[in-house]
């Protein structure tokens, strides 16, 4: 199996998200935050920290099976003057989320509260939703991001992802979904195109630095050839435009 470089050598979110946009959602959420700040999936907890910096009495908690993730957070949270405020945990979510907290980002993990991926069964937004207004008082707020269909899913997008086309729901059903799980949306959004670009950009780069820094009868260059052209099929002649991301702000009521 070839060794390639981090993904967060070249995104600054494991998500399509711009600085703008995630600059409006971490205002949104740390607005008079006070307590515990639990981020579900937290990668290298790129949002938790920037909310932990926008509100001094808060901490927080990430969690995240990713070891190598959650070290380079470590890190960042030190640079930032934020490690006694940040407690990054390598672990599974089930285990180490705490059964209160005063606020919750949940970005992309779902899956966590469904069944095991391999089974490519329609996306746990009801069960991810239910467990995390369970975790939050009345009046707590939740950053909720996960996929959404911006289009008719179409048979060449979902053949790369898990092959159904009632894996995803759309922005309006997600909305819904969170209204029936306890919560009212306070802010709304969806990725554009142009944030999609740059982050299946910086997903795929770790190829293209691989074969620059390997020779072309490496033992592993046709692998990695081929896994980068699997996944530019995937996104330009398959769900680019097609497979949304929401994010929503939610207050729990």
Known sequence: MPELTPFHLDLTFMTPLS?????????AMADDLTGTVA???CGWAELLLRVLAAAPDARGIGIDLDAEAIEHGRTLAAARGLADRAMLVAGDVRDELPERA???ICIGASQIWGPPVEEAQPLAYAAALGALRSLV???GQVLYGDGIWSAAPTAAAAAPLAGRLDEFVTLPELVELAVAAGFQPMQVHEATVDEWDEFESGFTAAYTRWLATHSADHSDATEVRERAARQRAAYFSGYRGVLGMAYLVLVAV
């Open 19 to 27: 600085a703008t946009r995630a600059d409006r959602l971490v205002s």
């Open 39 to 41: 981020d579900v999936g």
């Open 137 to 139: 008082p009345v009046g």
């Open 102 to 104: 005063e606020a919750a």
